[in-house]
Structures are given as structure tokens and as C-alpha cells.
């Protein structure tokens, strides 16, 4: 097998709550969720449950031949949580394809509607949509982009909104307006009769390691998109289904959204499942041209339909949503008093249980050169410790380091200060090893 990088890794032999255990016995706190994706940590009995269920009985059906129940009941229970407007539901197998299919939903919208022209999306950098070739094109991240730009049509890219590194003499809300402002650039550039939508992560992800937004953003990119027609394509695969202390991210600024996608904490890392959710404006005209010229062999498939309704009735009866909130409130606080003993930590932030330790300098908020590595380096310690916490890039998409903290929404307060604990002896071990750099 081969995948991102060489070498070798322990074979995982099983897993239960927030832990995976390898074959060498060893236990690691799972504090990356896998992917961001373990919503419901491990060898959860109520999920564990309903696959047995449905194994037994309905395993696979094609949509084109057959409606299946538990794809019926997952988008019933999926339009229950979003805004009133959003309440058409696709299935897709995982993020790319859904924020891809957002993207051809949109586009087939325009065309059949008569507006040819629009079929440029305006995304953000840096920023993280997906990795197949559509949905790359999106995606402001250049070690992905890079071997590629010949083969897509890059779109036009904004600044992602910082509240870390902004310039000198503005203020973060300041600095918020002139990100949201260049939406409206970009759109008078390309021409508005060319945009087909704006497509952005509420809350950022890997690329920018959980960056929060200032409150005055999103309110201002949604004035400008509707004053051009513009539909909003929020990528939710990160953080939607509970991930930020809210349900979806687009709640903590009741975002107007046109289509949200949703993937990772849908199925849980129990099954690939995920979904775009659509206002009905959008998919009628769609549907009455014929249908939708689009989809996937699993969309639909029941087996992870029935996961999917799994894992949102779980979130449900144990108040995970709530619980995201709580604990990560929890956690941030303590994490940012901790990196206060460290002058190579910049920067501390996130919503619920997305969180990202940035690495720069404390002062200067300069990156470190790129050859430290201190992202995958700090990773590695506390991979050796124990603890697997998710290593990225940020700033400009191609310097600056990162490490996202997102255990289970399933977390305890005991198993947060056992996080801690290693994560403090992560950072104590390698505080040694930056100072004789």
C-alpha cells in the first residue's frame, strides 16, 4: 500500500470510547478523532447495534431501482436539524463528493435557468474542500494544488479570515471587513453574471487549523452575495453534526446558507456516508429538467443510511452537542494557559471540540522555517507518548505549522485532563528540542 508519505505505522487491532489499541499492546488517546471524523469515538453499542441490524436485513439497493427506509429516515431526521429552507437532501459517500456535488447542483441550477455564464466559484485561501479534481480547484492549499494546476481551472481565491495575523493598525473587526469585502471584489472583477456561487467552511479546518471567524464576517459576505445573486455553498464536512458546540457551524452566526455539505461526523468512521442539503428553489428547476446529472454508485446505500441515523439519534439522547460545547470551552482555556510557558507556541483557538495550537513565534507571530517541520515533529512526540493529535500547515497555505485537537464529542471531563496531561508532556519534551535548533 502506499499513501501521503513513506514508512510505517503500528497495525491498529481494536478500538473502544476515545482509544485504539495497537498490536503491540500499546493504547493511544485518540485525540484527532481519526480524521476529524470519530464523532462517537470507537465501538459504540448503539452504532454497533444498528449495523447488526441492518446487515441482517438490507444490506444494498440501487436509488434508481428502489427507495430504501433508512435513506428516507436519515434525510427526514437531517432536514429536522438544519434551517427550514434547507430540506432537500442527496447522498454521497464523503466530503469531496459532497462539496463537489454542491457544486454541480449549483451550476446545473444556472444553466437550466437560463444563466450559461455562471460557472465560477470564488472559494478561499487558505482553505480545504476535497482532493478530487473539481472540488481542487476550490481548494486554497498549494502542496495539494501544486502538482495539478495544469490539468484544473484554479478559481479565484479570497483571504481566509484571520483573528491571529492581521495587519498593522487594524483592528480584527476591521480586518474581518476587508476579507468579507473582497468577496465583493472578486465577484465585480469575474463579473457577476459569471459567479456561480461562494463556497466556505464556517469554522476553518485543517488548512487554517480552526480558525474562527470575527462575528461581523459572515453577516457581510451574506449582504454582498445576496445583493448579486450569489448562492452561499457551505462546506460543513468538518464542521457540522455537533463538531463546534453547535449543531452545524453555520449556527453560530445563523448563516443564510443555499446548500450546506456535510460528510465525516454523519457516519462517524462507522460507515462512509454524506450528504448535501439544498434549498428546494435550487433542486426544483433541477429535477423538472430532467433530474439531477450526477451521482454515486453508494448514494443512498441503506447499510450507511442506518449509520447515519445511528449516529444523529446517539448524539441526540447522549447531549453530545452540548457536551462538544462544554468540554471544548474546557479545554481551549486550559490549552491556551498552558502554551503561555511556551514562546514557539503563537496562537490557541477553535469552537467546541475543533481546536488548533498554531506554532510561531510568540511575539512576532512569524512561522518557523518550513524544514522544522515543528507541526509534524510535535505530532510525533505525542504520538510517542501516546496521545495522535492531527498535524497541518496554515497561514499562507504552504508555510506555518498546526496541530488540530479534536477528540470525540464522547469525551469526559476525566479523559480532557488526561489530554492534557499528555499533551503537557508533549510540549515539555519538545520545548528541549526547539532550543537547540
Known amino acids: 500500500m502506499f499513501y501521503l508519505s513513506g514508512g510505517r505505522k503500528p497495525i491498529a487491532k481494536s478500538a473502544k470510547g476515545i482509544y485504539i489499541t495497537a498490536d503491540n499492546g500499546k493504547s493511544y488517546m485518540d485525540a484527532a478523532s481519526g480524521a476529524i471524523v470519530c464523532q462517537l469515538g470507537h465501538s459504540h453499542p448503539k452504532i454497533i447495534d444498528a449495523i447488526k441490524d441492518q446487515v441482517s436485513e438490507l444490506q444494498f439497493s440501487y436509488r434508481t431501482q428502489f427507495e430504501n427506509q433508512p435513506a428516507n429516515d436519515l434525510a427526514n431526521m437531517i432536514v429536522e436539524k438544519t434551517n427550514p429552507e434547507l430540506d432537500r437532501v442527496f447522498f454521497v459517500s464523503g466530503g469531496s463528493e459532497a462539496v463537489e456535488s454542491a457544486m454541480k447542483l449549483i451550476r446545473q441550477y444556472h444553466f437550466v435557468n437560463g444563466d450559461e455564464t455562471r460557472s465560477v466559484f470564488i472559494s478561499r485561501v487558505p482553505s480545504y474542500h476535497g482532493c478530487t479534481m473539481g472540488v481542487l480547484a476550490l481548494t486554497g492549499y498549494e502542496p495539494l494544488n501544486r502538482p495539478f494546476v495544469p490539468m484544473i481551472k484554479l478559481y479565484p481565491k479570497v483571504k481566509s479570515p484571520t483573528q491571529y495575523r492581521i495587519p498593522a493598525g487594524m483592528t ?204 509534524e515533529a510535535v505530532a510525533q512526540v505525542a504520538y510517542e507518548l501516546g496521545l495522535i493529535i492531527y498535524p497541518k500547515n496554515s497561514h499562507d497555505s504552504s508555510t506555518g505549522d498546526h496541530t488540530l485537537v479534536t477528540p470525540p464529542l464522547i469525551i469526559t471531563r476525566e479523559e480532557s485532563d488526561k489530554l492534557l496531561d499528555l499533551l503537557t508532556q508533549t510540549f515539555e519534551s519538545y520545548d528541549k528540542v526547539i532550543k537547540n535548533k
Open 172 to 375: 480584527q473587526e476591521e480586518y474581518a471587513l476587508v476579507c468579507a469585502n473582497e468577496v465583493e471584489t472578486v465577484i465585480l472583477e469575474t463579473g457577476a453574471e459569471n459567479v456561480a456561487g461562494f463556497v466556505a467552511e464556517p469554522i476553518g479546518g485543517a488548512s487554517t487549523g480552526a480558525e474562527v471567524p470575527h462575528d461581523v464576517y459572515f453577516p457581510r459576505v451574506q449582504e454582498i452575495c445576496k445583493r448579486y445573486n450569489v448562492p452561499i455553498i457551505l462546506d460543513e464536512v468538518m464542521t457540522g453534526v455537533g463538531r463546534t458546540g453547535k449543531m452545524f457551524g453555520y449556527n453560530h452566526w445563523n448563516i443564510d446558507a443555499d446548500v450546506i455539505c456535510l460528510a465525516k461526523g454523519l457516519g462517524a468512521g462507522y460507515y462512509p456516508v454524506a450528504a448535501i442539503v439544498a434549498k428546494d428553489k435550487f433542486v426544483r428547476p433541477v429535477m423538472k429538467s430532467g433530474g439531477f446529472m450526477h451521482g454515486f454508485t453508494y448514494a443512498g446505500n441503506p447499510f450507511g443510511c442506518a449509520v447515519g441515523c445511528a449516529v444523529l439519534k446517539t448524539i441526540d439522547e447522549e447531549d453530545l452537542v452540548e457536551n462538544s460545547r462544554i468540554q471544548g470551552k474546557y479545554l481551549i482555556a486550559e490549552i491556551k494557559t498552558l502554551a503561555e510557558n511556551y514562546d514557539w507556541i503563537g496562537d490557541v483557538r477553535g469552537r467546541g471540540l475543533l481546536m488548533a495550537i498554531e506554532y510561531a513565534n510568540k511575539k512576532t507571530k512569524k512561522p518557523f522555517p518550513d524544514e522544522w517541520q515543528i507541526g
